[in-house]
């Protein structure tokens, strides 16, 4: 048995003891009731603001990009003629029609006319085919030759032929060399020699491609990486400067990737019409131009502009500003862009709250 006895803390201790629980427990007790029933704090209220007046202008957004329009040429006519190049008669690009002289050779000129029958044989009388058609074709577009387009080189043919050859000052035998036309799908056209093989002093052997065809447009494309082309759907308007100053106007049409890993934004024109409308032989055929565009990835619109920090959001998506006396105004945002939203729902000049700290 213990001879220890038990030790009770004396009677004020208890006491005060008691009085330092009931304490805490009533700060504990009234901090959660006044956490609980206080309202939340007012944001407008409390933020430190400054004053924007409402003002008329425009909102829009745009980036300045380099549109890289090139010809792409594709074959269109075999050249037949053996001999040295004399003279090149025509320039890259140059539109041309039935009877045009390209070059010559040997002095002897080359000229082009309309057909799907390549040259291959010499044409005199009593030939017939296809090629025979073509020819009587030219000499009618020609206006020296006024018979029947049947494909039979006769008499009539021949009297034309030789009227072409006196025109082009070449011996007058009524026969068409196979290497004195080259026939290409459709004319007019504008054209393009492979000035490789097509200059002067160069020598030909026939049967080398030579004549280029143009479309009747470049093609025009802007080469971007990844973030700007987010920002350039299809249907996204382009303003190119021209090679004169003036601007034409192009539409993303389609984006693909090219095998550098580049983004390649292809533009089409308004409702298929031309990009460079009347003014296509202004862009250089032998190389690629570089011409500085506007995108457009925001359409500019005018209306009463705000900073978009002045815009207040509700939990159900509308839109308010606050004005100088403290009154909320409900507002449509037209559009918004760079900081700037254009709304309405208030007057010009209209004071609204921005924060202090807003741009």
């Avoid at 082009?112 to 577009?141: N, S």
């Avoid at 000035?195 to 009747?216: F, K, N």
């Avoid at 308004?270 to 925001?298: F, H, M, N, Y």
């Avoid at 862009?337 to 921005?354: E, H, K, L, Y």
Wanted: aromatic share 4%.
């Amino acid at each position: 048995m213990s001879d220890t006895a038990p030790v009770h803390a004396p009677r004020w201790a208890r006491w005060a003891i008691g009085l330092l629980v009931a304490v805490v427990a009533g700060a504990g007790i009234g901090w959660a009731a006044t956490t609980a029933l206080t309202p939340p704090r007012d944001v407008v209220a409390t933020t430190a603001f400054t004053f924007v007046e409402v003002v008329a202008g425009e909102v829009g957004s745009s980036i300045n990009l380099n549109t890289v329009a090139q010809w792409t040429p594709v074959p269109a006519g075999f050249n037949q003629a053996a001999g040295t190049v004399t003279s090149v008669n025509v320039t890259a690009g140059q539109s041309v029609a039935v009877g045009a002289t390209l070059y010559t050779v040997n002095l002897r000129p080359v000229v082009i006319a309309q057909g799907q029958v390549p040259a291959f044989r010499a044409l005199a009388q009593d030939a017939t085919g296809a090629d025979v058609t073509q020819l009587q074709q030219a000499l009618t577009d020609l206006d020296l030759y006024t018979g029947a387009v049947d494909g039979k080189f006769g008499a009539g043919t021949t009297t034309a032929v030789k009227a072409w050859q006196k025109a082009l000052g070449v011996p007058l035998d009524g026969v068409v060399q196979p290497g004195d036309v080259i026939f290409v799908p459709s004319l007019p056209t504008q054209v393009a020699l492979d000035t490789e093989i097509i200059s002067r002093g160069e020598v030909l052997i026939g049967g080398e491609s030579v004549v280029r065809a143009l479309p009747a447009a470049p093609v025009f494309t802007v080469p971007v990486g990844e973030s700007q082309a987010a920002l350039m759907p299809t249907g996204t308007r382009v303003e190119i400067t021209n090679t004169d100053g003036g601007l034409w106007e192009g539409f993303v049409a389609d984006q693909v990737v090219d095998e550098t890993g580049v983004i390649v934004i292809t533009l089409t024109g308004k409702d298929g019409a031309l990009i460079c409308a009347d003014a296509c032989a202004s862009i250089p055929v032998t190389e690629q131009s570089l011409l500085s565009s506007r995108i457009v990835t925001v359409e500019s619109i005018a209306g009463l502009i705000v900073p978009s920090a002045a815009l207040l959001s509700a939990a159900d998506g509308t839109a308010s500003v606050v004005d100088n006396a403290g009154t909320s105004h409900p507002v449509t945002v037209v559009t918004s862009a760079r900081g700037m939203s254009i709304i309405d729902g208030v007057a010009d000049g209209t004071s609204v709250r921005i924060p202090a700290t807003a741009d």
